[in-house]
T-cell receptor, first 116, second 115 residues
Framework: GAVVSQHPSRVICKSGTSVKIECRSL??????MFWYRQFPKKSLMLMAT?????????EQGVEKDKFLINHASLTLSTLTVTSAHPEDSSFYIC????????????FGPGTRLTVL | AQTVTQSQPEMSVQEAETVTLSCTYD???????LFWYKQPPSRQMILVIR??????QNATENRFSVNFQKAAKSFSLKISDSQLGDAAMYFC????????????FGPGTSLSVIP
């Protein structure tokens, strides 16, 4: 099956700094990538939908200036958490879809962000 | 708006027994996809089974099968011969017919398998 990687898998940063998380589709071209946030024992909360070469579409309540998403190519999307605060600590998951392939999403392994 | 509901926050099953996880959804669309995803302690999301709404036949994947009731907007997952490795969070999910459409997840059911 299609493989999606995320880097880093874990990151600890100081409050006020910015953190970049990369999401790559390793063996396919992703027409659309999605970014989710997941709190412990909760479901995935969609943050934004990212299409290559265009601006991301953010879900209601998600600050686009806080969570910068760039989808520069068909295999790479990045999420930058700017001026991170402890409340941004969470598990972030990306996924990618291939047009016309049963609409399945292929998920990355996730990134655990801890802001001190 | 589309919603997905899983009414069982937690379930448990004896090893080798069968368990059914419930899922209902709300939509006014006729063409859509339904999924069950498994999230083990590693937190990697794994696709368990997929159902296209236009197909009347229930999907099956080895020990996993679904009971898809389109009129009732119900999509339950049956796990037969439960194994210890089946212990995980299970999420029911819904999406429309294009790759640009977002996937809506239910709140999840935590499944424990008792040896």
């Amino acid at each position: 099956g299609a493989v999606v990687s995320q880097h880093p898998s874990r990151v600890i940063c100081k409050s006020g700094t910015s953190v970049k998380i990369e999401c790559r589709s390793l063996d396919f071209q992703a027409t659309t990538m999605f970014w989710y946030r997941q709190f412990p024992k909760k479901s995935l909360m969609l943050m934004a939908t990212s299409n290559e070469g265009s601006k991301a579409t953010y879900e209601q309540g998600v600050e686009k200036d806080k969570f910068l998403i760039n989808h520069a190519s068909l295999t790479l999307s990045t999420l930058t958490v700017t001026s991170a605060h402890p409340e941004d600590s969470s598990f972030y998951i990306c996924s990618a879809r291939i047009a016309g392939v049963g609409n399945e999403q292929f998920f990355g392994p996730g990134t655990r962000l801890t802001v001190l | 708006a589309q919603t997905v509901t899983q009414s069982q926050p937690e379930m448990s099953v004896q090893e080798a027994e069968t368990v059914t996880l419930s899922c209902t959804y709300d939509t006014s669309e006729s063409d859509y996809y339904l999924f069950w995803y498994k999230q083990p302690p590693s937190r990697q999301m794994i696709l368990v089974i997929r159902q296209e709404a236009y197909k009347q036949q229930n999907a099956t994947e080895n020990r996993f099968s679904v009971n898809f009731q389109k009129a009732a907007k119900s999509f339950s997952l049956k796990i037969s011969d439960s194994q210890l490795g089946d212990a995980a969070m299970y999420f029911c999910a819904y999406t429309l017919g294009t790759s640009y459409d977002k996937v809506i997840f239910g709140p999840g059911t935590s499944l424990s398998v008792i040896p």
